[in-house]
């Protein structure tokens, strides 16, 4: 009787092992929102340096944002390959098989298409819409991406993308809702992860 | 079948990975699948390499179901 239910779980587990990669470390999550947030305190103070100015595209300013907001993004990709390969070796794992390759380039997509457009968009001068536009386009990767992951991951895109729509219904709060979305959101789902995860490895 | 019933196609290397097969090994019962016709398999040349890939047919997934349904009533009835 054993030997069935046995049967069943190793059925599973190699469809679930050929389909998923699921290496992903929560704790990368909780790194990347922590060095959301510091990015974001360190702009917060850029626009108070500049209060009652527009930041224009020229400016030291405008190239510390992007500066910061690069360093973050770097930080937190090299965090999460880091902590992955960690994790992929106590799991006995490779990091780069066909599993990891089909989630790169499925979260990949999404992801680049939003970061051109967001470049265009400055180049357009619509500010505004940066926030709204990277939360959005990062929430939708994230969900692409969940289908060849942790199925847990979904709810963490589900959720920026409900702050991405909040923070275009609420123009002008764009740093707020970008804090909110990549720092709050990754340290929370992080954190779960992790607990529901990682312990037990 | 696992691997094939949830994935659109698997290469020969893929397989013998998840496997943890040996080359012969994985051919052999490649082929006795094959023969039930429960998988297809498709070679092909990328370049000068060969490439080998397999995919489930669908009188194979419908045994893999009748399969897992199988085990499932097993386990219920104790």
Known sequence: MENYLKDIQDIKKMMDRSSQFLSLSGMAGIMAGIYALIGAYFVSRI??????????????????????????FVLSVVTAYILTVQKAKKQGETVWNSTSKRLAINFMIPLLTGGIFAVLLIRNHYYGLIAPITLLFYGLSIINASKYTVRDVRYLGLTIIIIGLLATAFMGYGLEFWALGF??????????MHFKYDRNQ | M???????YADFNTLKELLGVTDGNLASHAKALEAEQYIMIEKQFIGKKPKTRYMATKDGRKAFKDHIDALEKLIKKS
């Open chain 1, 47 to 72: 626009y108070d340096f500049n209060y009652g100015h527009y930041i224009t595209l020229e400016s030291t300013s405008f190239k510390m944002m992007i500066l910061i907001a690069a360093g973050v």
């Open chain 1, 183 to 192: 720092g709050v959101c990754h340290i929370i789902y992080g954190s779960v």
């Open chain 2, 2 to 8: 696992s691997i094939l019933v949830v994935n659109e």
